[in-house]
């Protein structure tokens, strides 16, 4: 029989789902090379490649058989040729724009471990989706908000939960739809460069937010009495500020976020916070051109900058940490002991801390790839995040888990799968 793929699931999975890849078909103890390309909406190629050695019977299953060296990865990695793949031309970065279209993973087979590879010998497509059939993608215009919700199918009301991303702008959902489909309601909101948003972070108003969060608690979907925030890096501190204002947060997961507030002025009411000072001469560039940015910051426990802090301590909600010890885009780790000595010195719960060694700054939901290099919009150029492939995918998955029972236990008062009572 001719070689082929066999996957599992079979045509389509979660992008967040581990996929099972395997080869039948195969001369007993045969060389191949497995190759996996995807390319993004914009269509960036992104590709990995590993050399196997098929069974004395011919088959080859990705979580039985190790990748020999050579290759994007070796060892026994079940899900290497996804977490693997990297972008054709530098400093491009995965992300999903249009969650309601799938990524289509290409997957091949070659004979041999030649360069190039040598001859095809099976080919298979497969969709990595983002929504779960019945899930409800809502776009919000109303008042300032703009924003999508994500509702689960069902009747609800459901946990509800507000997404935030960093300096990038634009309204990211993939985050948030790949979250609702685990039984939350989910809003990933836009803070600037979208639509008639502000172009540029020149400051915040955290009224802004404020009506985001009202929005939240008043909808029928939606489970009170408080709603969870979650922020990755810029978002992360934006996060710390609305908890530490606002009414109404119950639960609040900063990924590789920040306690003093950085980049953009904050203002609410009569209070104003201004950004934490950084150095540029502090930056180290190397010879490609590439920045390391994390000592570009000032201490914020030092001086002026100690204004810069955002006062956790008057949050009235419970906290989750999720630290890449290796972010090179600022000491994550720091600002999560730090707000954790702040909270725990005014009498607080103290926080949730959770550190991976070898995971970088953009710690996504599982199997988006590492990005090792990309632009930054305040620098000005490529900067370099941090993170090993394999132990940041890890992490991804891990931090996936964390998140979502951190806010089943605080948003709901149940571990996740505990069947509800009626």
Not at 36 to 52: K, N
Request: glycine share 10%; charged share 20%; net charge neutral.
């Amino acid at each position: 029989t001719a070689p082929s793929i066999r996957l599992s699931p079979a045509a389509r999975s979660l992008f967040d789902e581990p996929l099972a890849i395997a080869v039948q078909g195969l001369g007993p103890r045969q060389q191949v090379t497995l190759r996996a390309s995807l390319r993004d909406e914009t269509g960036e190629l992104f590709q990995a490649c590993a050399r196997y050695q098929a069974r004395d019977d011919g088959e080859l299953d990705l979580a039985r058989c190790p990748a020999l060296p050579g290759g994007s990865f070796s060892g026994l990695e079940p899900m290497g040729l996804l977490w693997a793949l990297q972008p054709q031309k530098p400093f491009r970065r995965l992300v999903k724009r249009d969650v309601q279209s799938p990524f289509v993973l290409q997957l091949e087979v070659f004979e041999g471990h030649g360069e190039p590879p040598g001859r095809l010998l099976a080919q298979a497509q497969h969709e990595r989706v983002f929504l779960r059939d019945g899930m409800r993608r809502v776009p919000v215009r109303e008042g300032r908000i703009r924003a999508t919700l994500f509702l689960p199918p069902g009747n609800g009301p459901f946990p509800g939960i507000i997404d935030l991303y960093g300096t990038g702008g634009g309204l990211p959902e993939y985050r948030a739809c790949l979250l609702a489909n685990y039984g939350f309601a989910v809003m990933a909101l836009a803070f600037y460069s979208y639509e008639d948003l502000p172009k540029e972070m020149k400051e915040f108003h955290l009224e802004y937010f404020e009506e985001a969060v009202n929005y939240m608690l008043q909808h029928t979907q939606v489970k009170g009495p408080g709603i969870g925030l979650l922020g990755i890096s810029m978002g992360g501190n934006l996060c710390v500020s609305m908890a530490s204002f606002l009414k109404g947060i119950t639960a609040t997961a900063l990924i590789n976020g920040s306690v003093a507030n950085v980049g953009p002025v904050l203002r609410y009411k009569d209070i104003t916070i201004p950004p934490l000072g950084a150095n540029a001469k502090r930056m180290k560039v190397n010879k490609s051109g590439i920045a390391d940015i994390l000592d570009a910051l000032n201490n914020p426990l030092e001086g002026p900058d100690r204004q810069s802090l955002i006062p956790l301590e008057k949050a009235e909600c419970r906290f989750l940490f999720i630290v890449g010890q290796d972010d090179r885009n600022w000491k994550s780790e720091f600002f999560a002991v730090e707000g954790s000595k702040r909270l725990q010195a005014h009498g607080k719960e103290k926080p949730e801390i959770v550190c991976y060694p070898g995971a970088g700054h953009y710690i996504e939901p599982p199997f988006f790839p590492m990005c090792a290099a990309s632009m930054h919009l305040i620098a000005g150029r490529p900067v370099v995040w941090g993170g090993e492939p394999k132990a940041h995918c890890e992490a991804q998955i891990d931090a996936w888990q964390q998140i979502q029972a951190f806010f089943h236990k605080h948003l709901t008062g149940k571990p996740p799968g505990t069947p509800s009572k009626l």
